[in-house]
Structure formats: structure tokens, C-alpha cells
């Protein structure tokens, strides 16, 4: 089985940074497209940015030019930028991967993943 796990998030004033991590174990062979989402109280889960296995990204326009998404394929990881934090961007930041790997059965499958969470708060 594969799994994702974040860090990175915590507290930060308006105008902070933050740097979020995820990392994927297991047996993998392959990792494909890597994302972060988000989901404020009371709201849904929508996609902030978007990694392809060659490095093509695309972001929400309200997180354009304020958040840059990177990967090391060598490590497994998706990282997400955060700048110019604002109390709006205040939410839990999931990870999200779809990741080629070998399951329980010993047969390679293509699977979505999805980490733990890690909370951001923007706030004074």
C-alpha cells in the first residue's frame, strides 16, 4: 500500500509563508500526477495546484502568482509555496497523488491517494 503523509502546516500572520511537504511510501513504481487541495470549515474540497510527472502546473486563479508547486520524483514528494498568506487561505491542506505501485496482492495498480491533512491559519 502507499502512503502520503504532509507537514508543514501551523500558524501564520498575514503575509507569511509556509512551506507544505508531502511525501509518498511504499512500493511505488510510478507517480503520476501530484496535487494539493484545500477545505475550509463548512466548505468543500477544491483543488489549489496541480503537478504533472513533468512538471506541468496549474493553479486556482485566487492562489496565481501567491503559491508555487514542485516535486522531487526522486524522493516522492510534492511540496506547495505558500506566500503572501491571507486569513482566506485558512483551511486544511490535503495532498493528493496518483500513484502507480504494487498492492497487498503483489499486482501493480494505478491508484488515488490522499494524505492526513495539515492545517494552515492565517491570522494576527
Known amino acids: 500500500q502507499v502512503q502520503l503523509v504532509e507537514s508543514g502546516g501551523g500558524l501564520v500572520q498575514p503575509g507569511g509563508s509556509l512551506r507544505l511537504s508531502c511525501a509518498a511510501s511504499?512500493?511505488?513504481?510510478?507517480?503520476?500526477?501530484m496535487g494539493w487541495y484545500r477545505q475550509a470549515p463548512g466548505k468543500q474540497r477544491w483543488l489549489v495546484a496541480r503537478?504533472?510527472?513533468?512538471?506541468?502546473?496549474n493553479f486556482a486563479e485566487s492562489v496565481k502568482g501567491r503559491f508555487t508547486i514542485s516535486r522531487d520524483n526522486a524522493m516522492n514528494t510534492v511540496y506547495l509555496q505558500v506566500n503572501s498568506l491571507k486569513p482566506e487561505d485558512t483551511a486544511v491542506y490535503y495532498c493528493?497523488?496518483?500513484?502507480?505501485?504494487?498492492?497487498?496482492?503483489?499486482?501493480?495498480?494505478?491508484?488515488?491517494?490522499w494524505g492526513q491533512g495539515t492545517q494552515v491559519t492565517v491570522s494576527t
Open positions: 493528493n497523488a496518483d500513484v502507480y505501485h504494487m498492492d497487498s496482492d503483489y499486482v501493480p495498480r494505478e491508484s488515488d491517494y
Open positions: 503537478i504533472t510527472s513533468g512538471g506541468t502546473t
Open positions: 511504499g512500493t511505488i513504481f510510478r507517480i503520476n500526477d
